[in-house]
């Protein structure tokens, strides 16, 4: 029995042991190899030996929802006209009708005004429809892409503007 008491002291003597050689090493090691540097990029390889590898696999710190495409106002436009407008760089200003025809006044980035018919082209959709308070587009997806056309309908007036 004492000898079994014995055994244990002793192995938990060697476990104390080994903890304490590798608490020693860890401190042991310069500041800077445990600090990550400012501005360094997820996914990088760390400078020093022993830094991650992805293998090819996602970062998982990068998100997996879509960014929104669009233009930025220094960003140069294709083309001219209404057709060089996504449909997120318009604004429905106006709708009028004549006769049986509704036509809307769309007011691009650009501030100036395009008239648009059902069936008009822009730079990523088309214009659906078109009645008294709205404009619905179908925004057309990216070449190559399995995803779904969307409507997306735009208003003439704000919707607080409505309900007063």
Do not use: C
Not at 86 to 114: F, P, R
């Amino acid at each position: 029995m004492r000898g079994m008491k014995i055994m244990k002291q002793v192995r938990g003597m060697k476990t104390l042991a080994i903890g304490s050689v590798a608490l020693a090493a860890i401190l042991a090691t310069p500041v800077s190899a445990q600090q990550i540097k400012v501005g360094a990029k997820v996914g990088e390889a760390a400078p020093s030996a022993g830094g991650y590898d992805s293998r090819g696999h996602r970062d998982p710190f990068v998100s997996l929802i879509a960014t929104r495409r669009g233009t930025t106002p220094s960003a140069p436009r294709v083309g001219t006209g209404l057709g060089s407008f996504l449909i997120t760089d318009v604004k429905v200003s106006g709708i009028v009708k004549k006769g049986d025809t509704w036509m809307a006044i769309l007011e691009g980035m650009d501030k100036q005004s395009y008239v648009a018919k059902v069936k008009d082209r822009l730079a990523d959709g088309v214009v659906k429809s078109i009645d008294a308070t709205s404009v619905v587009f179908i925004e057309s997806g990216e070449p190559g892409s399995f995803a779904r056309p969307r409507e997306i309908r735009k208003l003439l007036r704000a919707v607080d503007e409505v309900n007063r």
